[in-house]
């Protein structure tokens, strides 16, 4: 399950780096640059960068837990001290919790794709308009 999780962590983070890297190439220049200055595009390379964030944060939590998890089982104090089903509980309820925090950020990339589609329709219907009053329909 926790590799369901990072592959989809994975993919979100593929997705809206392509996304920024489309969208907003000049922006990423100017931020390598430099002296990089600000933008009126800050807002929504925000909204694009977000997801970025909390699915590299995802993706650093379940990689240090595949690293942490085969020496915490290894180690002696870990065995004698804490139950198999404490610590399969505690494993289950992170899962959780990166699962849900994983739903949010996928819903948090709906928001741009939302706002490229409101502004084509709006686009496309102000070309209808044109074309009705030009008379070319």
Do not use: N
Not at 15 to 23: D, E, P, Q, R
Not at 39 to 52: D, E, H, N
Not at 78 to 101: D, M, N, V
Request: charged content about 15%; proline content about 3%; hydrophobic content about 50%.
């Amino acid at each position: 399950m926790f590799e369901a999780l990072r592959t989809t962590a994975s993919i979100i983070f593929a997705v809206i780096g392509a996304w920024l890297a489309i969208i907003y190439p000049d922006r990423l220049k100017l931020s390598f640059a430099k002296t990089a200055t600000g933008s009126s595009q800050a807002s929504g390379i925000g909204q694009l960068f977000t997801p970025v964030v909390h699915s590299t944060a995802i993706l650093c939590i379940i990689l240090m837990l595949g690293v942490m998890a085969p020496i915490a089982k290894r180690l002696d104090w870990t065995q004698i001290h804490i139950t198999k089903e404490a610590l399969r509980g505690t494993s289950y309820g992170l899962l959780i919790t990166l699962t849900l925090w994983q739903l949010w950020t996928v819903f948090l990339t709906l928001i741009p794709a939302d706002r490229v589609k409101t502004t084509a329709d709006r686009e496309d219907q102000h070309a209808k308009t044109i074309a009705g009053y030009m008379g070319k329909r």
